[in-house]
Structures are given as C-alpha cells and as structure tokens.
C-alpha cells in the first residue's frame, strides 16, 4: 500500500518550518485529558530541531520521514498530517497521538513529541525503525520467516498487547505493516490510528476500522461468533493472521498474489474454515496458530494464555535466562 502512496505523490513535498515560520511560538497540542498517565517528557523541543532526511512511507493521509536532530545527531521518524487532511485522517492522527503520548513499552513504538504548527500541520515525532515494516521486510527477503523468528516475533507482539490490554488499549489493527522492526530484531507495535481506550468492562467497539482483511469473524457477526464483538480477542486473531501470513509468505485466506474484494474477504473469514499452517510446521506452532485463529471469540486464547504457550514460553524462558547472565 506505502509503494502505490508513494507512486501517487512522487513530488509531494512538506518541508519542515523554516526561516521566519521557525521563529512563531509552538504549542503543544491540546489533547484530551488522559485517565491512564500524564503525558511522558518528550525530548524533541521543536520541529524546526529536525533535519528531514528521506521520506520512509506514504500512510493513511500522512508522510512518515526518516529526520535528524541537528544538535543531538539522533535519528527519528516524523509523521506529518497536512492541515488540509480529511477530518477522519486528522481524527486518527489524533486519536495515535493519544494513545502514543500515554503508553511506556519497549513493545510499542515509543513518542518522542508533539507538534502543531501554526498553519495547522501536525506532526508526530517517534523512534526510528531502521528495519521498517514486518512486511517490507516479507517482501524484501522475497521468502518466509522461520519458526524461530516468528517465536520472537510472537513474543514480542504479546507482550506489547498485554501491556496495550492491560491498559484497556485495543489496538485494532495488527498486521504485518503496523509491526515494526529494528536491525536489534526488537519488534515494536506501531500505528494507533484506529484504536481504542476501553473505557468501561462492556464498551462497545464500533466494528468496522481496521484493515479489512485482518479483522475476526465476530466483527462481521457478533452473534454466531462469540456473543459480542471484543476487541482484546480481535487482536489475538489479527496476530494469528499476520503470523501465519509471515510463515506461507502470502495472506492466508486467498491463493499468492489475488487481490480481495470486501465481499470474498467476508465470506471467506465467517463461512471458510479457519486457515492453518503447512504440515512442514512443526506441532508446537500449528497449535498455537490454532489457538489464535479459534473463530468463536470466546474460546480464543487470551494474551496470558498464548505467553504461556511452549512455542512462546521457550524463548521466554530463554530471554529471562539471557538477562540473568548480563545482570550477573
Ligand atoms: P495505513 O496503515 O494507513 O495503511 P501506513 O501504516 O503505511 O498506512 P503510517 O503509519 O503513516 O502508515 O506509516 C507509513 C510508513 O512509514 C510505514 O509503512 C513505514 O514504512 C514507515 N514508518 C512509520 N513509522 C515508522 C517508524 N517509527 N520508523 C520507521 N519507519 C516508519
Ligand atoms: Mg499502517
């Protein structure tokens, strides 16, 4: 999706404020108050701080740069949302603002600040990824992930959705190009434009935001699948999805390289049966894949179940023994 953006806005350009635009006051945004935390010290003062370097992406209304600090030389990634954007994109912007500017994981991709600018852009500043997209790096390898790789990856995800879900945070929409990598192989949960705080136990989720193709059956029916649509459980589908999809190479509900409508994706995620992995996989991954992909919700594992499951539970084990030995 980033590649066909950026075909489409090859000269798009959105320079970073310079010369007398520098000199205005900035403010910081005025978000909503926050029930989970205060906001977190940034440690990006002003945009006019930030040398662009290269764009990285085209997003949902956004343009996502690769950006220096002049003085500190760190790198970052800036999301810029023109003030001429859709107010849906806006609303998302704002809403990942929110969410970024409370959460603390090494699970999540971290906010380093927040910026309006006088003409109305706004602008996200956030770790760089110097490994870009799970997905990008799917298709750069042009093969597939090995077990072990996708061990990690699920323990990482997990812990990044237990910490999101123990804050009443649904993120809504994992897949394998809202996970981003870093050359460390840590893998970080990014773009909150369409989650949700849970206020309450039984908020009801509005159903349909997210990526289509990525979403549990119970968002299309609730009651055959599950009872009621739970956000928290269709995080652990989409994980199933984006995992097995990163294990076959292609999006398992349809043959390499098919391009689905909304009406087969539907029909193929409430009528078919669950995809499953290959017998080349081994017991332990097929039944935690199996776990993750249950189509009636309620029977879904939860977060602290699949943390316990032998094909994450080893490389728990083996990354609290690895902290052991550089503590001692
Ligand atoms: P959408 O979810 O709207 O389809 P998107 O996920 O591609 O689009 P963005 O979150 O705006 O939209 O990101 C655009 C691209 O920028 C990503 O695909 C990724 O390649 C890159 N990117 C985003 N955030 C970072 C980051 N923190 N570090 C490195 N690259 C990033
Ligand atoms: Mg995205």
């Not at 740069?65 to 003085?71: A, D, I």
């Not at 990014?190 to 193709?213: E, H, N, P, Q, Y």
């Not at 589908?237 to 043959?255: C, K, N």
């Not at 179940?305 to 490389?315: G, M, R």
Request: aromatic share 8%; with cysteine.
């Amino acid at each position: 999706m980033a590649v066909v953006r950026e075909r489409r806005h090859p000269n798009l350009k959105l320079p970073l404020p310079d010369s007398a635009a520098d000199r205005r006051p900035r403010f910081p945004l005025p978000l909503p108050p926050t029930a989970l935390t205060t906001s977190r010290p940034t440690d990006v003062d002003r945009l006019s701080d930030l040398e662009k370097l290269q764009v990285l992406g085209h997003g949902n209304g956004g343009t996502v740069y690769k950006v220096r600090h002049r003085r500190t030389g760190a790198l970052y990634a800036l999301k810029i949302v023109q003030s001429d954007c859709d107010s849906s994109v806006r609303r998302q912007m704002l809403r990942e603002m929110d969410i970024l500017r409370r959460t603390d994981s090494p699970y999540v991709v971290r906010c380093h600040g927040i910026f309006e600018k006088s003409c109305g852009d706004i602008g996200l500043v956030m770790e760089y990824m110097d490994g870009g997209t799970l997905d990008c790096l799917l298709r750069r390898q042009s093969g597939t992930f090995s077990e072990d790789f996708l061990a990690g990856i699920s323990r990482q995800v997990l812990e990044g959705l237990s910490y999101l879900h123990s804050h009443k945070i649904v993120h809504r929409d994992i897949k394998p190009s809202n996970l981003l990598v870093n050359r460390k192989m840590e893998i970080k949960i990014a773009d909150f434009g369409v989650s949700k705080i849970m206020c309450r136990t039984l908020d009801a989720c509005d159903s349909f935001v997210g990526t289509c193709a990525y979403m549990s059956p119970e968002r299309f029916d609730p009651d055959t699948y599950g009872g009621a649509y739970n956000g928290y459980a269709g995080d652990i589908w989409s994980l199933g999805l984006t995992l097995l999809e990163l294990y076959i190479g292609h999006f398992p509900f349809l043959p390499p390289g098919q391009r689905p409508d909304w009406a087969t994706l539907m029909c193929a995620i409430c009528f078919g049966e669950p995809p499953s992995l290959p017998e080349t996989a081994s017991d332990e991954f097929r039944s935690f894949i199996k776990c993750c992909l249950q189509k009636d919700s309620s029977r879904r594992w939860t977060v602290a179940q699949l943390l316990a499951h032998p094909f994450v539970a080893k490389e728990r084990d083996l990354m609290a023994k690895m902290e052991g030995l550089s503590i001692s």
